[in-house]
């Protein structure tokens, strides 16, 4: 059906005649409208400070929303304050992994889960405290370990104990589409490419990155822009002020490989970051005998000792037990053992040197061409 309009009921935009002019306006009157609507509506939104605007738009795959006030956290800790208390007498700990034989003899293809005990003194003569257990997919251990996601659990040593703290950490996953960070280990310039720990008070149900009763009380995580240039260095946060670090957490340059059978690298956790270590001092200890040190040349096992200040509180304790137990699989997960065989060659991993994030392997190849 035509329609036909008289010529003076005809409008234009711009120099096109109009295909309906009874329902068309002016481009005129169009921002003239927009502009009085604009007015009568609430102001425009302008956004946040500049300072405030790279926080909000970093992306997150966790409840920690990128350091955003909007965290949900634990409204109690009955469970964390118990972790605390037994830590509150003792002035070091001896953390250290459980043995496996199936990654021995597969050479770390087949990755079992990773467990903890950890001893209320300098060696594991003295009283167990906690044990830690490793609760992640298999899959995602074998494919992407050590940057795999997983929830870590501390409990007291005994059957069928609720945990105490669960340690989430969101890494990559078997499956790179659904990964809450499938860039990790890389440099360190994005927080999509940096590692962190949520810490939850008590028992968590869900997966890492995918938390249904969130209890958030605290995080241990890399800084962005370099994960700390050239210095292995990690950030403790707690939930009563997610925006300022509590400690750090600062390494040496090059450790692990072979050097771990003859020097020790030491961690000094401090209140500001310059390594003056006077809140504790995380050391990776070296073989003391010729068990261990086997179990160290030919796999990922790694000892630890915790050396705390006097006066420390049993919060921060706890935080530096945390930070220790990411460290290891930031930084001592990676050369699967010192020695290794693959395509009829032997490989060595000398030591390992940290960069804006990444370690970088030094390694000599034995055979072939």
Known sequence: MRVLCSRKNRHSIGSRPSRFPCFTRSTAELSRGRAEAEKVVSPRFEGPPAGERRRLLRPSWHFWEGMDDKIPVAEGREAFDSLGSRLAEHSSLFVEQEFSWIELATQGLCEIPNAYRIYGGTDNQAPLLLVAQEHSGGCDRCCCAPAH????????????????????????????????????????????????????????????????TPKVIGMVRQPDGGGGGYTPTLEIFSAADPH??????????????????????????????????????????????????????????????????????????AQILVATLLSDYMFFEQDMGMLRCAHGKIYITLCQCYCQGCLCPCVIVLGGN
């Not at 996601?149 to 969101?170: D, I, K, N």
């Not at 261990?292 to 006066?311: I, K, L, N, P, Q």
């Open 149 to 212: 996601s997983f929830v870590l659990e501390l409990s007291a040593p005994g059957e069928h104990l609720e945990p105490l703290v669960s340690l989430e950490r969101a890494g990559c996953t078997a499956c790179c589409c659904t990964a809450p960070k499938p860039c990790l280990p890389c440099c360190a310039f994005t927080h999509s490419c940096t590692d962190e720990v949520l810490v939850h008070d008590g028992q968590i149900r869900g997966r890492a990155g995918r938390v249904e």
């Open 244 to 317: 300022s670090p509590t400690a750090y957490v600062q390494g040496p340059y090059v450790f692990g490989g072979c050097s771990e059978l003859c020097c020790k690298a030491h961690f000094p956790v401090s209140r500001k970051p310059d390594k003056s270590g006077d809140l504790a001092l995380i050391t990776h200890l070296i073989p003391r005998d010729c068990g261990t040190f086997c179990t160290e040349m030919c796999t990922d096992t790694d000892r630890f000792s915790v050396s705390y200040a006097r006066g420390l509180s049993p919060e921060d304790k």
